[in-house]
């Protein structure tokens, strides 16, 4: 089992920043994968960011491309770095492991393990 803890969401204005950590616990080893999605109540669960641990691959979504950077701080702590942030950006925001080495990085069946999220809110 692995545990995901997120933090890091609060309140901010247009163009604003936020620092998002995942804390990863557990039996993390083989892990091949993280990523960030966010998600708005009533609306499917879209991914953000994501990193291939050995760090040949970062994915970020078109809406966030060029303002948000995903990093693997650690062997524990997933970091979503987000810039210029915007109000479509409100969201719950949480991190995704995957042990997997197939499947989409964006995509939500490619996840293994999820946390509880971190709420994000942008006001204009």
């Known amino acids: 089992q692995v545990q995901l803890v997120e933090s890091g969401g609060s309140s901010v204005e247009t163009g604003g920043s936020l620092r998002l950590v995942c804390e990863a616990s557990?039996?993390?080893?083989?892990?091949?994968?993280m990523a960030w999605f966010r998600q708005l109540p009533g609306k499917e669960r879209e991914g953000v960011a994501a990193?291939?641990?050995?760090?040949?691959?970062i994915d970020y979504s078109d809406s966030v491309k060029g303002r948000f950077t995903i990093s693997q701080e650690n062997s524990k702590n997933t970091v979503l770095q987000m810039n210029n942030l915007k109000p479509e950006d409100s969201a719950m925001y949480y991190c995704?492991?995957?042990?997997?080495?197939?499947?989409?990085?964006?995509?939500?069946?490619?996840?293994?393990?999820w946390g509880q999220g971190t709420q994000v809110t942008v006001s204009s």
């Open positions: 557990g039996a993390t080893v083989g892990r091949h994968s």
């Open positions: 995704a492991a995957s042990f997997s080495l197939g499947g989409a990085l964006l995509d939500t069946n490619t996840y293994d393990y």
């Open positions: 990193i291939r641990i050995s760090g040949t691959r």
